[in-house]
């Protein structure tokens, strides 16, 4: 995969993650994202993301 490809795939992901979570908010549906990151055996550093979603009433 190039250099162009995944930065075009990563902007897709998070367009798919903007419109999710507008449509959560829509259903009153509260999101939360928590990121951390991590070093891999290789010295890159990788990103883990955690969602929280909790129904608001």
Do not use: Y
Request: no cysteine; glycine share 2%; proline share 0%.
């Amino acid at each position: 995969m190039s250099d162009e490809e995944l930065a075009r795939a990563v902007r897709d992901a998070v367009t798919r993650l903007n419109e999710a979570l507008a449509m959560a908010a829509r259903q009153s549906l509260a999101v939360t994202v928590r990121s951390t990151s991590h070093q891999t055996a290789h010295g890159v550093e990788q990103l883990v993301m955690e969602a929280r979603i909790m129904k608001q009433l």
